[in-house]
């Protein structure tokens, strides 16, 4: 039985519409970076995201990296582990830690003390999706308000990326 070339196009069209569609990249805004914490081991700190989904479907978030820049030169680096899940067609508002050592704590108040104000953070976010890892780079700049005092948490300014 020989099928019509109109049948074998409905076919077709069928089939690959059962196909996965690519995901989307979730938009990423940095909102807000703080230190809460410097000893004479570590810091610690936040960096708070505005992340939104143009997908569908949830999409986990579970990995980050990160760097932090301090009057321009490199200062310090890190990773995070999420468990988030991004809602589908939503928004979520997401706070990772950020663990700095003692080597890179002293590099951070070695930067500060010299007077350098302006910061820049940059990372990539690994969202899991039905249709595989999505990786999502953010960059986000800004100035320092005022000299960290002991005791105070250290807000990084929410300036314009």
Do not use: K
């Not at 508002?93 to 910061?119: E, K, M, P, S």
């Amino acid at each position: 039985m020989l099928l019509s070339a109109a049948a074998l196009a409905g076919a077709f069209t069928a089939a690959c519409g059962a196909l996965p569609r690519p995901a989307e990249s979730p938009q990423v805004d940095v909102r807000a970076v703080g230190i809460t914490s410097v000893t004479a081991a570590d810091a610690t700190g936040y960096v708070d995201l505005s992340i939104a989904n143009p997908n569908g479907f949830g999409v986990p978030l579970r990995h980050g990296t990160w760097t932090l820049s301090l009057g321009g030169a490199r200062a310090v680096a890190g990773t995070f582990d999420l468990d988030a899940t991004i809602p589908p067609r939503g928004t979520a508002a997401v706070r990772a830690a950020l663990h700095v050592d003692l080597a890179g704590a002293a590099t951070v108040a070695r930067q500060l003390a010299g007077g350098n104000r302006l910061y820049a953070l940059r990372g990539t976010l690994t969202f899991a999706t039905p249709v595989g890892p999505i990786d999502v780079a953010f960059d986000h700049r800004g100035e320092l308000a005022d000299a960290p005092r002991p005791g105070l948490p250290l807000q990084l300014g929410a300036a314009p990326r």
